[in-house]
């Protein structure tokens, strides 16, 4: 009898921590948090296969940041192909591999800013959303061991579908993108 007893309580225990672990699923667009909210950005994959922005960033001692704040830096300007849970498939002629983000750099090359197979979903620090974050996109700097990465913030606004801006990229080549949208708000 108390081996029954002892099994029951044991499921008890792993189902109840089980079902506060949050849920990052990435296939079907869609993130459960620990407190149970699903947040599910399936709309905003982009139909015609990207979502297409630019941005303007100032190239700072090898990495660039949205505002110089009074640097003499030179103004870079980049066009970025965004997807949300899926790879760019409308991508420009110079992308040579599939990315969820692609960037055309000044000089017309292209930059993979993550890779599909290499994402996670997590809680929004300090606002109401979730962000998504790509890994293991291209070698930055003839690297061997940095890659390129990017998360995209989803934010709350009611008042809009898709809002999406480039933030900065960090001296790690970490770009970060913050979208608006309905689709983060609980």
Not at 12 to 20: E, H, K, P, Q, R
Not at 24 to 32: A, L, N, Q
Not at 85 to 96: E, H, Q, Y
Not at 113 to 120: E, F, K, M, V
Request: net charge negative.
């Amino acid at each position: 009898m108390a081996t029954v007893w002892g099994v029951a309580m044991l499921a008890a225990i792993v189902g109840c921590a089980l079902s506060a672990m949050p849920i990052s699923d990435v296939v079907h667009c869609r993130y459960t948090g620990a407190d149970g909210h699903t947040y599910d950005l399936s709309p905003l994959v982009a139909k015609n296969g990207s979502h297409m922005i630019t941005g303007q960033a100032f190239d700072i001692e090898s990495y660039n940041i949205y505002s110089p704040k009074g640097s003499m830096a030179d103004q870079l300007n980049y066009t970025f192909y965004l997807q949300v849970c899926r790879n760019v498939t409308n991508a420009p002629s110079a992308c040579k591999k599939p990315a969820p983000i692609l960037r055309i750099n000044p000089d017309e090359t292209c930059t993979a800013l993550g890779n599909i197979n290499a994402a996670i979903f997590d809680v929004n620090p300090g606002a109401d959303g979730v962000y998504l974050s790509y890994y293991h996109g291209d070698p930055s700097g003839g690297s061997r061991v940095f890659h390129y990465q990017s998360s995209m913030f989803f934010v709350c606004d009611n008042s809009t579908e898709f809002n999406p801006m480039f933030e900065h990229q960090t001296n790690w080549y970490h770009s970060h993108f913050k979208i608006f949208t309905k689709h983060a708000c609980k």
